[in-house]
């Protein structure tokens, strides 16, 4: 197993601009999940699919975000109009009923909107 | 909604020492999941010990082990024969059981230097 990945692990935007990352969880975990995490504080969270089935989000994601996982495979997060309070790192998790649903991180994006 | 406390924003310890990390927890549920997690600086975020709440007896894993407190809504995590590799964010979550939401709720951490 390769654990999860995150591209990019960096991203330096301007306010107004538009991005997207990407995870790639352990294979075969069917439920991925996305996190933002801020300077001193714990991970939050803010979606959560079952296979291609976004089944929970948070209130914290609002309507300039988006989130997929076509295939049930990997999954992006887009960011549109980035605001200044959009930098954080954005953590991404998988997991899997056969693994007992542990969680699994991968080492996250950066986002700095400058 | 649940809540994870850490009130401890950082602690310290001497290398080979014992070390005691406090959590603390609101939830209306019976039945949930625990963990702690440890984020080493710019690494990524690993699962250090997982505690299940309807198990009396507490976890551990080698030199880990938990202080499970149903009653008090406590979940200590103590370091035995702290190592200088065991510096690092912990965080105290939580996950229900029921109703379908598989979101960890975390605490704000708590940063743990070992000193030599």
């Known amino acids: 197993d390769t654990g999860v990945s995150q591209d990019p692990r960096h991203k330096i935007t301007k306010r107004g601009q538009n991005v997207t990352f990407r995870c790639d969880p352990i294979?075969?975990?069917?439920?991925l999940y996305w996190y933002r995490q801020t300077l001193g504080q714990g991970p939050e969270f803010l979606t959560y699919?079952?296979?291609?089935?976004?089944?929970?989000k948070s209130r914290l994601l609002s309507d300039r975000f988006s989130a997929e996982r076509p295939k049930g495979s990997f999954s992006t997060l887009e960011i549109q109009r980035t605001e200044q309070g959009d930098s954080a790192m954005y953590l991404c998790?998988?997991?899997?009923?056969?693994?007992?649903?542990?969680?699994?991180f991968g080492p996250g994006t950066r986002l700095t909107v400058t | 909604a649940q809540t994870v406390t850490q009130s401890q924003p950082e602690m310290s310890v001497q290398e080979a020492e014992t070390v005691t990390l406090s959590c603390t927890y609101d939830?209306?549920?019976?039945?949930?999941?625990l963990f702690w997690y440890k984020q080493p600086p710019s690494r990524q975020m690993i699962l250090v010990i997982r505690?299940?709440?309807?198990?009396?007896q507490n976890a551990t894993e080698n030199r880990f082990s938990v202080n499970f407190q149903k009653a008090a809504k406590s979940f200590s995590l103590k370091i035995s024969d702290s190592q200088l590799g065991d510096a690092a964010m912990y965080f105290c979550?939580?996950?229900?059981?029921?109703?379908?939401?598989?979101?960890?709720?975390f605490g704000k951490g708590t940063k743990l230097t070992v000193n030599p």
């Open positions: 998790a998988s997991s899997s009923p056969l693994s007992g649903d542990e969680q699994y």
């Open positions: 294979s075969e975990h069917n439920r």
């Open positions: 699919f079952q296979n291609e089935a976004q089944l929970e």
């Open positions: 939830t209306s549920e019976s039945d949930y999941y």
């Open positions: 505690q299940e709440a309807y198990k009396q």
């Open positions: 979550a939580y996950r229900q059981t029921q109703g379908g939401s598989e979101k960890l709720v």
